[in-house]
């Protein structure tokens, strides 16, 4: 680089460019950012047991037969290892997704005093397991 | 006060423009005692071991905002975290991720400082009034709505916290979208409208995954992604009250 002269005379170096560090491989930098990408990568988990349960409304439009074989499909050794590990994925999701909700809402003043963000999860976690467990029993009571 | 008698490694990186092309890491041994933050020891190495270092600093009491780094991979004020914490090293010092390292621990402010001015940090009264008319009054409550937000520091700990800031510059950041909830949920303000355009852009709120780790390591219990996030409510509100009849609202998309 030349360098030039000011109006007082006085020689200088024009100024280096400030020094812009990659990104590439951040989210492996800190455990907070990977407790990130565990939240990011386990929507798959949601998307493809939507997936499953979008082919089976499908197949129930098919008639019977179809339905059935989706059904039996559903009872293979894969399709239950594979739901295992959707289940999983699930409660991640949920975990992560409920320990970040209280810095995506407004505050919530009940009282005078504003609820907590220990509550706002606690709620959360209480809702997710009434419904889950409401869900299973209707299950259950339908193949009753 | 007692003399020192145990040493720490500190590793730094240092990047000296004119010297090298990219960073790299030195180690200075540093003798410390109980009382020393590091950046004492950053004192210490530039007084009596490497004049060459540069570094920011001020007030040395967390209010300034100035001595911001990376200490062992997370953004810290250096003044208010200690040698005796980290131990037994060594301690690794680095600029703030995710800006332009300008020289050794000094990084490029001056994007963030237009950022900063471009929300209009500062009341805009709704109505104008004479001083005999008096202050302008607030309850606890409407306090209470902006006095975390109120505590900012401009230290950029936040932004070096934040990895889609990282991955584009031009996001408006969760420091300055903070100050800017700060001042448009100010009971006393009236500078909304100015402020929608920069909160709506896609360099806005709208840049914000949620990743939430700007509000743990900012080190005046601000907490900016609360700010933006529910900000994304209200810049959805925003975008379809303008379908609505006799609707004020005059943003652009």
Redesign the interface.
């Known amino acids: 680089m030349q360098s030039k002269t000011t109006g007082n005379g006085v020689r200088r ?1 024009p100024p ?6 990659p ?1 590439a491989g ?2 492996a ?2 455990p ?2 990977v407790r ?1 990408m565990v939240r ?1 990568v386990t929507a798959v988990a949601v998307w493809v047991y939507a997936l499953v349960l979008s082919c089976g409304v499908l197949r129930l439009s098919q008639g019977e037969a179809a339905w059935n074989g989706w059904l039996s499909a559903m009872q293979s050794r894969a399709s239950i290892v594979l739901h295992l590990v959707l289940l999983l994925g699930m409660v991640l999701h949920v975990h992560s997704w409920f320990e ?1 909700m ?6 919530i ?1 009940v009282g ?1 005093e ?1 609820v907590s963000a220990q509550r706002i999860q606690r709620t959360g976690w209480t809702v997710a397991v009434v419904v889950t467990v409401a869900v299973l029993l209707l299950a259950v009571w339908s193949q009753s | 006060m007692a003399e020192p008698t145990r040493m720490i490694e500190i590793q730094m990186l240092r990047y000296r423009p004119e010297q090298e092309s990219e960073p790299i890491w030195q180690s200075y041994q540093v003798p410390f005692t109980e009382d020393m933050s590091v950046l004492q020891g950053l004192q210490y190495i530039k007084d009596d071991i490497d004049g060459t270092l540069s570094f920011r600093w001020s007030c040395r009491m967390a209010i300034c905002g100035s001595c911001g780094m990376m200490i062992n991979r997370k953004p810290s004020l250096s003044c208010q975290t200690f040698l005796r914490d980290l131990l037994p090293g060594p301690v690794k010092v680095e600029a703030l991720d995710h800006l332009p390292i300008e020289r050794d621990l000094v990084v490029s402010v001056e994007p963030f400082v237009k950022k900063l001015e471009g929300i209009k940090p500062y009341i805009i009264p709704k109505e104008e009034r004479a001083l005999s008319e008096g202050e302008y009054l607030q309850t606890p409550a409407q306090l209470e709505k902006i006095e975390q937000f109120s505590s900012c520091i401009n230290c950029m700990l936040c932004y070096a916290a934040c990895p889609q800031f990282g991955l584009n510059p031009d996001f408006t950041g969760p420091g300055v979208l903070a100050l800017l909830h700060r001042y448009n949920a100010d009971s006393r303000d009236g500078g909304r409208e100015q402020r929608m355009e920069i909160l709506n852009a896609e360099e806005g709120v709208w840049s914000c995954t949620a990743v939430g780790y700007c509000s743990e390591v900012c080190p005046k219990g601000v907490d900016p992604a609360n700010a933006v996030n529910q900000n994304k409510v209200n810049s959805a509100l925003d975008y379809f009250i303008r379908f609505l009849p006799n609707s004020q609202s005059k943003k652009g998309a």
């Open positions: 170096n280096h460019p400030p020094y812009v560090r990104m951040w989210w930098r800190n907070f950012f990130y990011e970040i209280p810095k995506t809402m407004a505050p003043i005078g504003r």
